[in-house]
């Protein structure tokens, strides 16, 4: 049972270039997030999807996209990366939609940008 | 200002040692997280709770809701237990939305042997 998977583990990105995250979970969780987290700061949501179909901004979501897929997946994309994008990014979910439950993360994947 | 405060930001103990951790937040909550972010990056949770204390092996973690104050401890400390340690708590009213978390910081513990 793999839980939370995320690809890839590191990336570099020159300023202006494209890519997605993914994040995939093997757990029929409804909800799921994605975080960055940077030196100095706690992590901050950027997007957030509580069920599938549906997506919201969490703190950051400015320069990010995102894409609820199926139930299992949940991607990030940055369109035009920029250096303040650097960060590692971490995706987690929820068994439920709302309510208090421990959220299971991913291992991050660590993003620079030159 | 920072809806979730965490002290000390680093903490140095021997082994053996009996560590506190504290975690305050100003906002009203449903529920509080602890986390532990190991050294090569992975997070896990270790508690969640909304009321008094709950105990997991050598590590334990209490809540005081009116005082909006969390400790956790870990007693006989190991350097195993090398890691930061991040709170995070649910906002009580954003309907649509318990589910997210606010975090603190995080603190830093080294256990040295």
């Known amino acids: 049972n793999a839980g939370v998977t995320q690809t890839p583990k590191f990336q570099v990105l020159k300023t202006g270039q494209s890519m997605t995250l993914q994040c995939a979970q093997d757990m029929n969780h409804n909800s799921m997030y994605w975080y960055r987290q940077d030196p100095g700061m706690g992590l901050r949501l950027i997007y957030y999807?509580?069920?599938?179909?549906?997506?919201d901004k969490g703190e950051v979501p400015n320069g990010y996209n995102v894409s609820r897929l199926n139930k299992r997946e949940f991607s990030l994309r940055l369109e035009s990366a920029a250096p303040s994008q650097t960060s590692v990014y971490f995706c987690?979910?929820?068994?439920?939609?709302?309510?208090?439950?421990?959220?299971?993360f991913g291992d991050g994947t660590r993003l620079s940008i030159l | 200002k920072n809806e979730v405060e965490q002290s000390p930001q680093n903490l140095t103990a021997q082994e053996g040692e009996f560590i506190t951790i504290n975690c305050s937040y100003s906002?009203?909550?449903?529920?509080l997280h602890w986390l532990q972010q190991h050294p090569g990056g992975g997070i896990v949770s270790l508690f969640m709770l909304s009321s008094g204390k709950k105990k997991h092996g050598r590590l334990i973690a209490t809540i005081n809701i009116q005082e909006k104050h969390s400790s956790l401890h870990i007693t006989a400390s190991h350097p195993r237990d090398s890691a930061v340690y991040i709170c995070?708590?649910?906002?009580?009213?954003?309907?649509?939305?318990?589910?997210?978390?606010?975090f603190g910081k995080g603190t830093k513990l080294s256990v040295k042997p």
């Open positions: 995070a708590v649910n906002i009580a009213s954003l309907w649509g939305s318990q589910g997210n978390l606010i």
């Open positions: 999807s509580a069920s599938e179909g549906t997506t």
């Open positions: 987690a979910s929820i068994i439920g939609q709302y309510g208090n439950q421990p959220q299971h």
């Open positions: 906002v009203g909550i449903s529920a």
